[in-house]
């Protein structure tokens, strides 16, 4: 067990729908990152948070917003879904703001039909 | 461009013996590089890091070695075990303030009783 805990882990939605997938890092981590991991793609990297602020940002699409709270745990907002958005979204955290030892949750599945 | 591959998708062995796992990054810039196990239908599971003025590092049965003039890593694991069989990511961090880590493709690994 990481540490890091993400809900739902299962979702089933409906193409043009949108979808919140919840991450609480680690106790005492700052850093919060989200990534995407389709069958073909791999693990892609989309938007980091540090202290509750954007820190560094991948290869996000603009229909996809995140933000951290001030108790640190991070929200992904999915909206107009599109079937390709279809994959495991997983959140990783860390002490610091440096990328360094992140992580991982137990990721949500996301499934668009 | 920003890549981390792997040359071996899938690897099997025969449990008790060594298992090596290979990666080529692309970006000399890169100061910090992590192993990660990933076990169906769990997230990515931190194994060993490696700072770039390091070659090796030992953990647990794991040995990581690191080539910085061709640009090659390695995670070495002892005497395979069936809760070894997974899937094996390389992970880079770019230095210079960005926090994203670039993952490669992955390498399943496969033991055999």
């Known amino acids: 067990d990481s540490g890091v805990t993400q809900t739902p882990k299962h979702l089933i939605t409906a193409t043009g729908q949108r979808v919140t997938l919840r991450c609480s890092p680690r106790?005492?981590?700052?850093?919060v990152y989200w990534y995407q991991q389709s069958l073909d793609q791999g693990l892609q990297f989309l938007i980091q948070y540090y202290n509750g602020e954007e820190r560094a940002k991948g290869n996000i699409l603009e229909r996809f917003s995140a933000q951290q709270f001030p108790d640190l745990h991070s929200e992904l907002n999915l909206s107009s879904l599109e079937l390709g958005d279809s994959a495991l979204y997983f959140c990783?955290?860390?002490?610091?703001?440096?990328?360094?030892?992140?992580?991982f949750g137990p990721g949500t599945r996301l499934t668009v039909t | 461009g920003e890549s981390v591959g792997l040359h071996l998708p899938t690897l099997s062995v025969q449990e008790g013996d060594n298992s090596i796992i290979n990666c080529a990054y692309s970006n000399s810039a890169s100061d910090y590089f992590i192993w990660y196990k990933q076990e169906s239908g769990k997230g990515p599971q931190f194994i060993i890091d490696?700072?770039?003025?390091?070659d090796k590092r030992q953990g647990q049965r794991v040995t990581v070695l690191l080539n910085k003039t061709v640009k090659h890593l390695s995670l070495q694991i002892a005497a395979t075990q069936p809760g070894d069989s997974a899937v094996y990511f390389c992970a880079e961090n770019l230095s210079g303030g960005t926090d994203k880590l670039i993952f490669g493709t992955g390498t399943r690994l496969q033991v055999f009783p």
């Open positions: 106790s005492g981590d700052l850093s």
């Open positions: 490696i700072r770039s003025n390091m």
């Open positions: 990783a955290s860390s002490a610091a703001g440096t990328g360094l030892g992140q992580y």
